[in-house]
């Protein structure tokens, strides 16, 4: 009787924490809902940038996104030289000034169609407006080339992280697809030269960290990849969005034996995971988001990120390492296996292409820290009870 009287205490416990931490969320979203992005962002996969199914592009409207590829590919192909690309470099920090990216996000766009096929079909004709017409005709080939490249990319970047939905993920695929078609497993795609010149001229104007971190970002994101190892990512950046994969594991475990073992893991891991994740996940990804420098969402573009995945720090790795932490308490003889899947889920984001590494070391110290600040807290409090 004690024993069942004491299971059920916990899972009482485990209820109310779930229901807390639900409140958590939505007050959050609630709150932070004008700051954060509208999607998530996308995923990668070979030929294709998939994102969860009801964010991805329908057919037709990734159809209206091609002119900001033609563009993109038409522009690029002009930088067939170390110093066209280095202009290019220059006239991107020219164009981007001292804008953030809260100061592009508020700008007031053109009065938007209805409908989101339309919307994209706008935002890719003024992409192919700026690569195309808004070079100085009479200025010298390099000039011309580096102003026609640079705008065609500040202008892409502008609307992916203008846009929402689907009109944005269409937007950003035409975009990576175009600038990082390695990512795809395209390695014969065109211009690939001209694309490293470019990569290599906007390295060079970083500050040696971001430079290494962008350096770190193309070693792992130009590893080999194809629809089954994107698939494999995809499924443990999907899987652990807001650490929503540890209770599966969770489940798991108890399957395995000691069921009592997981509820009373359960119990201490609901509150400070669901803290950790949406703690980072928004005010403190909101903070940097909105007060980091345009020119640097411009140069991940160029770099190989999608425009619009907001990356420091990075939330899935933040709940990931956080689950892992948790739970390897209670189970120390699991905790080799936990830790690898918390790492194979950091090494999705960069993989995929959402985060550069310093973003998912970042994520991944915050959310064991944070997760074991809340732990404490909540051991203090029922130790008092």
């Given amino acids: 009787m004690k024993d069942a009287s004491s299971n059920g205490q916990i899972w009482i416990e485990c209820a109310v924490l779930a229901g807390l931490s639900g409140l958590l969320a939505v007050l959050m979203n609630k709150g932070f809902a004008r700051f954060k992005p509208v999607v998530e962002p996308p995923k990668v996969q070979t030929g294709d940038t998939p994102a969860a199914p009801w964010e991805m592009p329908k057919p037709e409207e990734k159809a209206e996104a091609e002119p900001v590829r033609r563009a993109l590919e038409q522009a690029t192909a002009q930088i067939d030289a170390p110093e066209k690309a280095d202009k290019a470099a220059k006239k991107l ?13 508020q700008a007031k766009k ?20 700026a690569a195309g017409t808004g070079s100085n005709r009479g200025a010298p080939p390099a000039e011309a080339a580096a102003e026609a490249v640079a705008k065609g990319i500040v202008q892409a970047t502008k609307e992916a992280v203008t846009s929402s939905g689907r009109e944005r993920e269409a937007l950003a695929e035409a975009t990576q697809e175009t600038m990082n078609p ?4 395209a390695p014969e795609a065109a211009h690939p030269q001209q694309r490293k010149y470019l990569r290599q001229a906007v390295i060079k104007r970083m500050k040696p960290l971001d430079a290494l971190d962008a350096e770190l970002f193309l070693a792992i994101n130009h590893l080999p990849h194809n629809r089954w190892l994107n ?22 475990l108890a399957l395995m034996g ?3 073992r997981s509820l009373e893991a359960a119990s201490h891991t609901i509150l400070p995971l669901s803290v950790a994740t949406m703690t980072v996940e928004y005010p403190i990804k909101t903070f940097f988001r909105r007060r980091r420098p345009f020119i640097d969402v411009i140069q991940a573009t160029v770099i190989g990120k999608k425009p619009g995945s907001w990356s420091f720090p990075s939330g899935h790795s933040s709940g990931a390492f956080a689950g892992a932490s948790l739970i390897s308490r209670y189970y120390p003889h699991q905790r080799p296996y936990l830790y690898l899947i918390a790492a194979l889920v950091a090494f999705s984001r960069i993989y995929l292409g959402d985060h550069y ?7 991944s110290l915050s959310g064991i820290v944070l997760a074991n ?3 404490k807290g909540q051991d203090a409090f029922m130790k008092e009870r």
């Fill in 93 to 105: 920090e020219e164009l981007a000034g001292s804008a953030t990216n809260g100061d592009v996000e």
């Fill in 110 to 129: 053109p009065e938007q169609p209805d409908t989101v096929i339309d919307r994209v079909a706008e935002s890719s004709q003024r992409v192919e407006q």
């Fill in 182 to 185: 390695d990512q795809q497993g």
């Fill in 231 to 252: 698939g494999f990512f995809y499924f443990f950046t999907f899987t652990f969005s807001a650490g929503l994969g540890w209770y599966a594991v969770l489940a798991g």
């Fill in 258 to 260: 000691k069921p009592r």
């Fill in 357 to 363: 590494p310093g973003d998912v070391l970042s994520g």
């Fill in 373 to 375: 600040a809340v732990r």
